[in-house]
């Protein structure tokens, strides 16, 4: 029956990618191999957390990023092995990473059709303490052959083709959306492969549970402040929702998809564009939250209707189950 059948035929990523190529015809099996060296960048970084606590890899690696933050050894290192990977791919024009100031561009010789944002490891301030981090990512397609500048990479969330992300956590679970639902693969590290473990997922169109830095409450703008508030204090006598916040986006994200509920980083005062990148942590996630039958919102508008100015742009974001965000959106109409 249908779980010996997954026991025994294997759906590893890469047969669910080739299965998924063949839904266009013109497809060169391009996609799949760059998917590939995405999914062996995630390997290295899933075993380099591992035993990031034996193998001297905590701690700070010494330099500032473009994002002023003071990068960890896990940064620099889950960003090269990525771009390595990427531009080795021979699949790949422009290259964003959060780690990186401005843009890569592939070199002629191995310059493909594809542009990869991404966060090589995202939760960075998790890691010493060995709570889940990630990896984030975000892929657009360029025409044929042209040589890919930084337009090519600011481009709408509606324009991205595929998104994932991989959290390394008690397993190391990589979500993915090629834009025909939202798939989940776990590492079966005794095969080096990921299987499928959650097919076809779909968030609850309604969560108990609301995810925010509660400690930026006092520059919170209302609708936000009211949105907590009705959380914390329901009127119409339901029960409050709980609170949970892990700190590291794809750990809060993968739980929202899975339970429901909604997860929130605000612009407020002192950051009026909030904190998290558009285009390798918004983009991405937003993706992934609207294939799965949930939405995503800036304040202002459908999230991946955004179109960056900055490859490191920054915007608001509120994210997860379709009603929940809803009510988000509706508190921020009264308020326009
Ligand atoms: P990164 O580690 O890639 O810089 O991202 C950290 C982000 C994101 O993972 C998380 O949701 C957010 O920072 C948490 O920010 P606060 O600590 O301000 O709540
Ligand atoms: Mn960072
Ligand atoms: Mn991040
Ligand atoms: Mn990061």
């Excluded at 481009?155 to 991205?160: D, E, I, L, N």
């Excluded at 209707?305 to 921020?332: C, M, N, Q, W």
Aim: glycine share 10%.
């Amino acid at each position: 029956h249908a779980a010996d059948a997954m026991r025994t035929d294997l759906m590893t990523i890469t047969r669910y990618v080739l299965n998924e190529q063949s839904r266009f015809p013109e497809a060169r099996g391009d996609l799949t191999i760059l998917l590939n060296n995405i999914v062996l960048g995630c390997k290295f970084v899933c075993s380099s957390v591992s035993k990031a606590g034996l193998a001297k890899l905590i701690g700070l690696a010494g330099e500032t990023n473009v994002q002023g933050e003071e990068q960890k050894k896990l940064d620099v290192l889950s960003n090269d092995v990525f771009v390595n990977a990427l531009v080795s791919s021979g699949r790949t024009n422009v290259l964003v990473s959060e780690e990186i100031e401005d843009a890569i561009f592939v070199e002629k010789a191995k310059r493909g059709r594809y542009c990869v944002v991404f966060d090589p490891l995202d939760g960075s301030s998790n890691i010493d303490c060995g709570v889940s981090i990630g990896t984030i990512f975000g892929i657009y397609m360029l025409k044929d052959g042209i040589e890919g500048t930084v337009e090519d990479v600011l481009q709408p969330g509606t324009a991205m083709l595929a998104a994932g992300y991989c959290m390394y956590g008690s397993s190391c679970t990589l979500v993915l959306s090629t834009g025909a639902g939202v798939n989940g693969f776990t590492l079966d590290p005794s095969l080096g492969e990921f299987i499928l473990t959650h097919p076809d997922i779909k968030i609850p169109k309604k969560g108990k549970i609301y995810s925010v830095n509660e400690g930026n409450a006092m520059n919170w703008d209302a609708p936000t402040t009211k949105y907590v508030q009705n959380a914390k204090f329901p009127k119409d006598g339901a029960s409050p929702k709980s609170l949970r916040y892990i700190g590291s986006m794809v750990a809060d994200v993968h739980r929202t998809l899975l339970y429901g509920g909604i997860f929130m980083y605000p612009g407020d005062k002192k950051s009026p564009k909030g904190k998290l990148r558009v285009l390798y942590e918004v983009f991405p996630m937003s993706f992934l939250m609207e294939q799965a039958g949930g939405q995503a919102f800036t304040g202002k508008e459908r999230a991946l209707e955004l179109v960056p100015t900055h490859i490191h742009d920054r915007s608001p974001i509120f994210l997860g189950s379709y009603d929940d965000v809803e009510e988000i959106k509706a508190l921020y109409a009264e308020a326009a």
